[in-house]
């Protein structure tokens, strides 16, 4: 049974945008989530950053895009970019790391931070928000909390960070099923084909 490899971060917009039906086309399939350091995939893949954009692109891209998407996909939204979207994702990316390690299922608590951040303007880099998430999904925030940013888990962080680097992701949400590789949520009825029969050729080219 195909795997599908989930490279994004737990405040990605289109993550969110997608995170709902993602898990209904994934069900019955392993998902193996890798938290990135968005940023640094991003600047890696020579893209400027959010600031560097011009106020158009952000004013349609990172707005009517989604303000579109999330009335297509029937996905509540806040009408303004979170408040608190630039803060240091560390520690929420490595929670939903150390649950991994910790041997639990994170898809929910994953699609949790994702609407959380974007439909609430919750605070992902707080430790008392996380620990109200964590406790929503059904798991124990104390041993994941006190795990997010230790050396060990921040390790695997910048590791998934250099694979998908690596392995040209320049965006979250990025899809590998297995090994072909689909960017973005608009790409979901794509993966859903590719669950069922594969697409003709080979990723990556060389």
Excluded: C
Aim: hydrophobic share 40%.
């Amino acid at each position: 049974m195909p795997k599908i490899e989930y490279f994004y971060a737990a405040h990605s917009g289109f993550a969110y945008l997608g995170s709902k039906r993602f898990m209904e086309i994934a069900s019955g399939h392993e998902i193996i989530h890798r938290p990135v350091d968005l940023g640094q995939v991003i600047n890696a893949a020579r893209a400027n950053n959010f600031r560097q954009r011009s106020q158009g692109h952000r004013d349609y891209f990172f707005g009517r895009e989604i303000e579109r998407w999330a009335e297509f996909r029937n996905v509540p939204i806040i009408d303004y970019r979170p408040t608190h979207h630039d803060n240091d994702m560390a520690l929420a990316n490595g929670t939903l790391i150390s649950g991994i390690e910790q041997g639990h299922n994170i898809d929910e608590l994953a699609h949790t931070m994702l609407e959380a951040h974007w439909r609430d303007d919750a605070d992902l880099a707080d430790v008392n928000t996380l620990t109200k998430l964590i406790q929503s999904a059904n798991l124990d925030p104390q041993p994941l909390l006190e795990a997010a940013l230790s050396d060990e888990i921040q390790s695997i962080y910048r590791a998934n960070t250099s694979e998908a680097i690596q392995r040209t992701v320049f965006g979250s949400p990025t899809y590998f099923v297995d090994g072909d590789m689909f960017y973005g949520q608009d790409r979901l009825d794509f993966i859903e084909r590719a669950l069922q029969k594969p697409f003709a050729g080979r990723w990556p080219r060389n």
